[in-house]
């Protein structure tokens, strides 16, 4: 069982890794699989996702406060409208739009009604 969430792990991780450079599949959610996978095979690999430079502050915020960042919230919201946009651009029938936007409007809602990451500013001491 190890080698499978190891297994999973990594794909989520290269899912992940591709999201951040390509608009319309997404990199925290498979950040998120990639840390829970690892918790499960790899303390070695958890750990450094976690304290990871760029993959881990999502990783902690959505831990320790259910969070996402403004721009994760602009960035997905735009993404997901574009797909809608080029969707009727390409003349996708109406009641796929329709479906594609059910899908879309309640996760753009979550998204917006999660909290945003409190930063502390650098040579601030946290209390």
Not at 35 to 54: I, K, M, Q, T
Not at 69 to 80: D, E, Q, Y
């Amino acid at each position: 069982m190890r080698l499978i969430w190891m297994a999973l792990g990594f794909l989520s991780l290269a899912l992940g890794a591709a999201g951040a450079v390509l608009p319309l599949l997404p990199t925290t959610p498979f950040l998120l699989l990639a840390a829970f996978s690892f918790a499960r095979s790899s303390e070695r690999f958890h750990d450094w996702l976690v304290n990871h430079r760029y993959f881990g502050p999502p990783i902690r915020d959505w831990r320790e406060s259910g969070a996402i960042s403004p721009r994760a919230k602009i960035l997905g919201t735009t993404a997901m409208a574009g797909a809608v946009a080029l969707s009727a651009a390409i003349g996708v029938p109406p009641m796929l739009l329709a479906v594609q936007a059910a899908v879309m409007i309640p996760v753009c809602l979550f998204i917006w009604t999660r909290p945003s990451p409190q930063r502390v500013p650098a040579g601030v001491a946290a209390e």
